[in-house]
C-alpha cells in the first residue's frame, strides 16, 4: 500500500534536510511525500529544493504567511491521498529503513486498525544527549480499541505522533488535525484512532526526536491554555462514536495524571509530607547547631510550607474547574486512589 508522508516545516535548514533523505532511504518505496515550508526565514527553502531533486514522489509547497504547524500538516493532508499517512518533524529523523515497510506489513495484516506505532527515542537538540524512549504497550502486535483506550488513559500504553502510521479513513473519522488543540492535536489523533479502530505495536525505536525547550510541544505555557487544550481533547474523546463507554475512572485517572505533570501537585505534595513531621519537631536549639544552608531550607519551610500547599491546591482546584466546565465532572475517587487535591493539610497552624 502506498504512504503519504506529511512534512511541515519551519526554520528548520539544519534538519530537514536529513529527514528528507531518510524517507528516501526506505525500503519500501511506495510512498508520496508532502512538503509545505510554512514560510521559513532561514535556509530551509533552498536545504527542501536540493534535497527533494528531482524525485517525483515528491511535492512541496512554499507558503508566504506563517500559519503554525496544523494548518501545515492539513496543507500537507489534502496534497495527499494515500490510504496510510506518517506525519514527521523537519527536526526529526526515521532511522529505521525498513520502518515504512513493517508499517505496510502490519495494516496488511490488520487492515481496519486505526494506526501502527512503534517507539521513539528522545534526544537533547543542543547536546545529542539521548534521554529516554517513547511509545509503549502491554504488548506487541494488535491492540483491541476498548483495551487501547483505557490503556492509554491509564498510562500503561502510548503512542507518540513522531513513530505512527495512521489509517486515512480513521483520521477522517477523527476530524483531522484540531488547531484548537495546538500541541495537543497529534496526542487527540493518536488516541482517536486507537479508540475507534484499535492499534499495531511495533516493539522497536523507529525514529529519533529532537527535542528543545523552544519545540512546539513545549511552547505553551499558561496553565490555563495548557489544561483548557486537555479539556477539550477529553471532550472530544468522549464525544467519538465507539460503540463502548469510557469508564469515568479511566478518565478521573488520566485527567489526575495530567495535572499532575503540568503541576507536580502529587510529588510536590509527597515532599511535604515526607518533610512535615521533622520540620514541626524543629526548635531554635537544634536549628543553631545545623549547617547554614540546611538551617536556612528548613527555616523556609516551616514558615512557608502551608502557603506553598495553598498555592498548590489553588492551581490543581483551577484545573479541575477547567475540565469539569469543558468535559464534565468526574468522580474524585479511583479505586481507592484519592484524588491529591482533596487530602487533608499536611502542615497545620
Known amino acids: 500500500m502506498k504512504i503519504a508522508v506529511l512534512l511541515p ?3 528548520h ?32 527553502r533552498d536545504v527542501i529544493a536540493a534535497h527533494a531533486g528531482d524525485d517525483s514522489r515528491i511535492i512541496i509547497k512554499m507558503l508566504q504567511q506563517n500559519g503554525g504547524v496544523n494548518a501545515a500538516l492539513e496543507t500537507c493532508y489534502g496534497m495527499t491521498t494515500a490510504p496510510i499517512v506518517i506525519g514527521v518533524a523537519a527536526d526529526d529523523v526515521i532511522v529505521n529503513p525498513r520502518f515504512f515497510e513493517a508499517v505496510n506489513a502490519a495494516f496488511t495484516a490488520h487492515p481496519t486498525a486505526g494506526c501502527v506505532f512503534a517507539r521513539a527515542l ?31 488513559l491509564a498510562d500503561r500504553l502510548f503512542i507518540h505522533g513522531g513513530a505512527t502510521a495512521w489509517s486515512r479513513s480513521a483520521v477522517d473519522r477523527a476530524g483531522g488535525f484540531d488547531d484548537r488543540l495546538g500541541p495537543r492535536a497529534d496526542y487527540f489523533l493518536n488516541l482517536a484512532v486507537a479508540a475507534m479502530a484499535g492499534a499495531v505495536f511495533l516493539d522497536e525505536i523507529s525514529t529519533h526526536i529532537r527535542y528543545s ?26 464525544e467519538l462514536d465507539l460503540g463502548y463507554k469510557i469508564v469515568p475512572r479511566w478518565r478521573r485517572r488520566w485527567r489526575n495524571n495530567v495535572i499532575n505533570e503540568r503541576l507536580a501537585n502529587r510529588w510536590q505534595k509527597s515532599f511535604l509530607d515526607a518533610v512535615a513531621k521533622p520540620i514541626a519537631a524543629l526548635d531554635q536549639w537544634h536549628l543553631r547547631r545545623f549547617r547554614p544552608e540546611i538551617a536556612e531550607i528548613a527555616t523556609r519551610l516551616s514558615l512557608h510550607a502551608r502557603e506553598w500547599e495553598d498555592d498548590i491546591d489553588r492551581k490543581v482546584a483551577a484545573a479541575e474547574r477547567i475540565f469539569e466546565n469543558l468535559a464534565g465532572p468526574l468522580p474524585k475517587h479511583v479505586h481507592g486512589f484519592l484524588h491529591r487535591a482533596t487530602h487533608p493539610r499536611l502542615f497545620r497552624s
Open 13 to 44: 535548514a539544519h534538519y530537514v534536510g536529513q529527514t528528507i533523505d531518510a524517507i528516501r532511504a526506505q525500503s519500501h518505496g511506495d510512498w508520496e511525500l508532502a512538503i509545505v515550508d510554512d514560510c521559513s526565514t532561514d535556509e530551509s
Open 122 to 152: 528522545l534526544i537533547d537538540q543542543k547536546t545529542g544527549k539521548e534521554h529516554f524512549v517513547m511509545g509503549k504497550a502491554p504488548h506487541a502486535g494488535w491492540i483491541a480499541p476498548r483495551r487501547c483506550v483505557r490503556d492509554f
Open 9 to 11: 516545516n519551519y526554520n
Open 213 to 238: 525547550q523552544q519545540s512546539y510541544g513545549q511552547s505553551l505555557s499558561d496553565d490555563e491554555a495548557y489544561f483548557h487544550q486537555y479539556a477539550l481533547l477529553e471532550r472530544k474523546l468522549i
